[in-house]
């Protein structure tokens, strides 16, 4: 098998996959459903993968892994599994994949002049960012970032084609805008490994510690403990 052996981790949203590279050459992809057994359903298909090509986890050479934003718990399961394997296996070097990039990958295949990715941050503000493709090539012409819905909906470039699970939040129709196929909108184990491999071969690695996932807002239990510390004790 071509080297480098590569995973991609996907895990922040409700569907959940791993895929599996050699060299430059994607393999096999395998999707499962995300839910509270989001940790069972990551190690028992990756084992699945692995298996079917013959390999065991000590013939890894890299892997790429979705960091967010997205699910709480997916991600940390995620992320704990990639640093796990990093752990164990010496010499494996490890790439954090933003999800929106991994979404943007899913529609880097169809028409646009520009693309947006949106994400649900809650309320009335969404995370996202606008791609453009140049030299057969997506990039960035906004950076990733909170902004109030309807404000990007105004400064947001036009024409310009739309993706992301937060289409299924907040309504952003509009003159010049074009809402992407509902299978574009979620992020997908093989985009994950299209740009980590890119990552890759450009040196972007991190060490295992430094895998983190990034969070548009805290988890419930600490924004519950946060409001507890600050109410007036009566």
């Known amino acids: 098998m071509d080297r480098p052996v590569s995973i991609a981790i ?16 994607l393999v096999e992809t395998v999707t499962f459903r995300s839910d509270r057994r989001h940790a069972v ?8 993968l692995l298996g079917r090509a013959g390999l065991e986890p000590a013939d890894l050479d890299e892997v790429y892994v979705s960091v967010g934003p997205g699910s709480f718990t ?12 990093a752990q164990a296996v010496a010499g494996l070097r490890c790439v954090a994949v933003a ?13 646009f002049e520009n693309l947006g990715v949106v994400m649900d941050a809650k309320g009335e503000t969404i995370f996202a960012a606008v791609y453009a493709r140049r030299g057969g090539r997506l990039v960035p012409k906004t950076p990733p970032a909170l902004i109030e819905a309807g404000r990007f909906l105004a400064e947001a470039p036009r024409p310009i084609t739309l993706v992301g699970e937060g289409l299924g939040y907040h309504d952003l ?3 010049g805008v074009t809402l992407g196929a509902e299978d574009l ?3 997908t ?7 980590g491999r890119r990552m890759a071969a450009a040196g972007q690695f991190i060490a295992p510690e430094h895998l983190l996932p990034l969070y548009l807002r805290k988890p419930e239990a600490v924004r519950l403990w946060e409001s507890r510390r600050k109410s007036p004790r009566g």
Do not use: F, H, K, M
Not at 99 to 111: I, R, S
């Open 10 to 25: 996907e895990t922040s949203c409700r569907r959940g996959g791993v895929a599996l590279g050699a060299g430059e050459r």
């Open 189 to 195: 184990a093989d985009g994950v490994w299209r740009v």
């Open 74 to 85: 997916g991600l940390r399961v995620g992320i704990t599994v990639a640093r796990t394997l």
């Open 173 to 175: 129709a509009g003159e």
């Open 185 to 187: 909108w979620l992020p």
């Open 41 to 48: 359903q990551l190690v028992g298909r990756l084992d699945e």
């Open 99 to 111: 999800t929106v990039e991994a979404v943007a990958e899913c529609a880097a295949g169809t028409d």
